[in-house]
């Protein structure tokens, strides 16, 4: 089962994927809770039962794509970004939780980026969005761990050449950056896609309400010494 935004269908490779997959694609705007409910009843319809696994992959910053700076954000753009990249994904879980759509051991998946934790100047408002996803994650792991044995994590992952990405001001340098920092280089997308069907396999049960770095060791490096020789003369 796959989805994106009605407006997104256009675009990007949706379609293709479908193909590849032999995936049914059910459009949902995941600020609607409308949508969602009809994504998760359907796709337990469609599947002929409940759902294993489930991934979060949206992000949008209004005013990353305004080019409002972090001083001078507009609030609309704020909370509408916030709506999209954060608060989506307690709407996508109480929808699943409400229609007790989970089957007991599945496993619920949301990308982030360590701008949650550490300041990345151009990663503006969305910063603050990761952080917000981060703690959902938590919480609501709480009660789907409790209640339905469903777990909740978020994987935090190195920047990755993509639609979103490349809207980071800066992107490319940074990219080459976190590269020459990391001592495993950094995590491609298809590394990405790989740990997070680890995520999703029996074999992370007990995995819960963690947020997970995934990123060639970025976030435990102080400096590396390709990063000492670019400043030594
Ligand atoms: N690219 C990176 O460097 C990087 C690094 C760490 C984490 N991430 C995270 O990975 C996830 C995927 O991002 P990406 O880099 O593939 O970018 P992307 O722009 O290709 O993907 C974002 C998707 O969100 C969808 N979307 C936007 N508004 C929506 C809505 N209202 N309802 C439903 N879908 C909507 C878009 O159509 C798009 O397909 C995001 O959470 C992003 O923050 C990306």
Redesign the pocket.
């Known amino acids: 089962m796959l989805?994106?935004?009605p407006i997104?269908m256009r675009?990007?490779q949706i379609n293709a994927l479908a193909e590849k997959t032999g995936a049914t694609i059910i459009p949902?705007?995941?600020?609607s809770e409308e949508d969602l409910n009809n994504l998760v009843t359907k796709s337990v319809e469609l599947l002929g039962g409940k759902l294993d696994f489930v991934l979060?992959?949206?992000?949008?910053s209004v005013n990353v794509r305004k080019g409002r700076h972090y001083t001078d954000e507009k609030y609309d753009f704020t909370t509408k970004g916030w709506d999209?990249?954060a608060l989506?994904f307690h709407k996508v879980m109480q929808s699943l939780y409400k229609n007790d759509a989970m089957n007991q051991w599945g496993s619920i998946v949301?990308?982030?980026?360590m701008a949650a934790q550490r300041t990345f100047p151009d990663y503006n408002d969305?910063a603050d969005n990761?952080a917000y996803l981060e703690s959902v994650a938590r919480s609501f792991g709480y009660f789907f761990g409790k209640e339905k044995k469903v777990r909740v994590n978020t994987i935090?992952?190195?920047?990755?050449?993509?639609?979103?990405?490349q809207g980071v001001k800066g992107f490319d340098g940074f990219i080459s950056y976190a590269e020459k920092m990391s001592p495993l280089g950094n995590a491609s997308a298809q590394d990405c896609a790989d740990y997070t069907v680890s995520l999703f396999s029996d074999l992370t049960r007990k995995v819960t309400m963690q947020n997970l770095f995934h990123d060639g060791g970025f976030s435990n490096t102080g400096v590396s010494q390709e990063v000492i020789e670019h400043f030594s003369e």
Do not use: E, F, W
């Open positions: 989805t994106n935004a997104a675009m990007g949902a705007d995941a600020t979060h992959s949206i992000g949008m999209v990249s989506s949301a990308l982030t980026y969305m990761k935090s992952q190195s920047p990755t050449p993509t639609t979103a990405g």
